[in-house]
């Protein structure tokens, strides 16, 4: 049996997908990047493997993305997370339909992504010049609220009153005007809220410049936050589909390029 | 604290280290990473190499005329016996320079250049400079330059090129210019010297003309970064010596298209350049274009394609038509953003996508060069009418930032891999 092995190796966490012949997901694993992505990542692999109890020589194809991509030697093919992403926002939404656009959110960066109907990358637009509205974005102001990341979206949902407004999306100025916020006694939940819906307006905004069309798919870890995906929508005007791990799209779309690429390799080739 | 034996470098040894370690950096790039490397190129990354990391002076019997600019008729400083030096700099470490002399948000070319001029680490130190006023933050450098003592001159420039009126304005500065040139050289200008400068630069310029051609080919036999290597020499070099080194590397290049030797891939796609202009070191961006496994086959920069591509078109050879003719090349033929309206400039990217058959254009703006971040908007409208990819950058010159940016070159690099595909 072959299997095909994409590897994302973000600037927060590395996540790889392992998928069979039919780009079916068979397994997957999310560990944080830390300050050693190839190391971390070979020990991701490795005990991904272990777990699904397939042997490296198994393994028919590898692709890696994300930053750290290059440093990744032992893949057979490296790609952009870009192209990464709608390969595997399409194959992923399969059966729920046809995906125009892709939001990303993701540790450090955020990106639109607009896709013709053949599911070609006709435009994307990136915002990369700092973690403002990222994941990242979502740690300080949960640390600073005291609550977990993951309690957001709980949060989010019990908000009552009108989202207050964060002027700020960069994480280091964000944090002195939430403790305004908190100084001048506004509750937890209204400030989560007013988090999403900034970072909401924000996504948009980037959204708009490579144009809205249906279906949009959004995914990165931030997506799991279900209070964000609201906001979203509500600023969208539009529903949005979250897909089941929001975090390996991109990783899922690399092992589907691998199962492509090594369908079209040469039988000679594929011996070696 | 006195036992504490070290030595401590003075500034100007410290920024001549630093920018030796940027020019070599990205020397021994070109020399090592890309397949099949052209002999010829090898002038002239010895020339950056021994003017920026050996410190060698190129012109110590000549009087050295610094440019702003490239609207400074080069042909009336041949003329006049000086040696046009242009004074666009694209060091990091002269950026970090100017930044204490410069608002945070300006230009990093122009912080580079007041930079340059602040530390006076030249090998070719100019003896006068002329300041065209084209941008605006151009324009009010020179005020910063000259408090260091240099001599800066103004020439007036303006700001559109549609009107006679502006025409007219134009050719009485060029004529202002040879006169404070000739006054300042203690030389007169005649019809030989000067028709004589106008026939070796348009040479010059015609060799330029060849080198393009061969970028048509199919198989293209030479990088765009060593086009911007060779055109960027032509700010400082000996023009002889220039002109020697081109032939030289047109002879090879004849010989590799004869041969079929390419330095692109075999689905590399072809890019056509534009925006702020790479000057060395500063290669940035088209290094990560070329390192993406995607050839730059022209472009529109006012560093390489713009300094070359018209010629001054002299129907008498009198010395009055000759001035006007000059002035005509620097103002009419020019695209840069300055100008109130830029059809022009739109209509030779298209041109010259059409004409080397590129399949995107990379377009680049300086964060803080406001013009060319303002006309990315007509720019970008224009190209989606032609149904012309393009992709709009913003940098600076910090050697950071690669990895964001790399991201989003090679995602437009594999979408135009794809779009090849389809159409086959």
Redesign the interface.
């Known amino acids: 049996m072959n299997y095909f092995v994409g590897i994302d190796i973000g600037s927060t966490a590395i996540k790889i997908t392992v998928t069979d012949e039919h780009k079916r997901l068979v397994g997957f694993k999310i560990n944080a990047s830390g300050s050693m992505f190839y190391k971390y990542a070979k020990e991701t692999l490795q005990s991904l493997l272990d777990e699904l109890h397939i042997s490296q020589d198994d393994i028919a194809y590898t692709v890696a993305t994300g930053y750290g991509r290059k440093l990744f030697k032992e893949a057979d093919e490296n790609i952009s997370e870009i192209t990464a992403n709608a390969i595997g926002a399409q194959e992923a939404a399969r059966e729920y339909g046809e995906i125009k656009t892709i939001i990303n959110i993701g540790g450090q960066d955020s990106k639109a992504i607009s896709l013709d109907s053949e599911g070609n990358v006709v435009n994307f637009a990136m915002n990369d010049r700092c973690a403002a509205g990222t994941g990242k974005f979502l740690d300080v102001v949960a640390m600073n609220l005291e609550i977990g990341v993951d309690e957001l979206s709980d949060y989010h949902f019990k908000s009552t009153g009108t989202p207050l407004s964060i002027s700020s999306t960069c994480a280091v100025f964000a944090e002195s005007e939430i403790i305004g916020l908190l100084g001048s006694n506004h509750s937890v939940e209204d400030i989560v809220s007013g988090v999403h819906y900034s970072i909401a307006k924000r996504i948009v905004k980037l959204v708009k410049r490579v144009g809205i069309k249906e279906n949009v798919y959004f995914d990165g870890g931030p997506a799991l936050n279900a209070g964000l995906v609201h906001a979203i929508e509500n600023e969208l005007g539009k529903k949005i589909f979250v897909p089941e791990y929001p975090q390996i799209t991109t990783s899922f779309g690399a092992a589907v390029l691998a199962c492509d690429a090594f369908k079209n390799m040469p039988e000679v080739e594929r011996e070696f | 604290m006195n036992n504490i034996n070290h030595n401590i470098e003075s500034p100007k040894e410290k920024q001549n280290r630093h920018k030796a370690m940027e020019a070599i950096k990205l020397l021994n790039t070109l020399r090592e990473d890309f397949k099949a490397p052209i002999s010829s190129m090898e002038y002239f990354y010895d020339l950056f190499e021994r003017v920026h990391c050996k410190h060698e002076s190129l012109h110590d019997d000549k009087t050295k005329i610094g440019t702003m600019c490239i609207q400074i008729p080069s042909e009336i400083i041949y003329a006049l016996d000086g040696v046009p030096i242009r004074l666009c700099n694209g060091f990091y470490t002269d950026d970090e320079i100017g930044s204490d002399l410069m608002p945070q948000k300006a230009c990093p070319l122009i912080k580079a250049t007041v930079g340059h001029f602040a530390s006076g680490n030249f090998t070719d130190k100019p003896d006068i400079v002329f300041s065209p006023t084209t941008c605006d933050q151009k324009t009010k450098a020179g005020v910063t330059i000259e408090s260091f003592g240099y001599k800066l001159i103004d020439i007036d420039f303006p700001r559109t090129k549609e009107s006679e009126a502006s025409r007219e304005y134009w050719r009485r500065s060029v004529k202002q210019f040879a006169v404070e040139l000739s006054r300042f050289q203690g030389k007169k200008l005649t019809r030989t010297s000067l028709k004589n400068a106008i026939k070796k630069i348009g040479y010059a310029q015609s060799l330029y003309h060849k080198l393009s051609e061969f970028r048509k080919n199919e198989l293209v036999p030479i990088l765009g970064l060593d086009v911007f290597l060779v055109t960027n020499a032509f700010f400082f070099d000996k023009i002889d010596n220039w002109i020697e080194a081109t032939e030289k590397l047109l002879s090879e290049l004849e010989i590799r298209a004869k041969e079929k030797i390419t330095v692109s891939g075999k689905a590399s796609p072809r890019i056509v350049y534009t925006g702020s202009p790479p000057i060395f070191p500063n290669y940035k961006i088209p290094l990560i274009v070329e390192q993406s496994d995607a050839i730059i086959v022209a472009d529109e920069t006012c560093s390489s394609n713009r300094m070359f591509n018209d010629m001054v078109a002299v129907d008498e050879w009198n010395i009055y038509d000759m001035m006007d003719s000059i002035s005509d090349k620097y103002l009419k033929a020019c695209t840069c953003p300055i100008f109130t309206k830029n059809e022009d400039r739109i209509r030779r990217v298209i041109q010259l996508v059409r004409a080397y058959k590129a399949d995107g254009v990379v377009y680049q703006a300086f964060a803080g060069c406001t013009v060319y971040e303002m006309e990315q908007r007509s720019v970008l409208e224009a190209m989606e009418k032609e149904g012309i990819p393009i992709i709009y950058l913003e940098s600076d010159y910090s050697p950071s930032q690669g990895?964001?940016l790399s991201?989003?070159v090679?995602?437009f690099i594999?979408?135009l891999k794809?779009?090849r595909r389809?159409k086959k």
Do not use: H, L
Request: aromatic share 0%; proline share 0%.
């Open positions: 990895g964001q991201t989003r090679e995602a594999e979408s794809n779009r389809m």
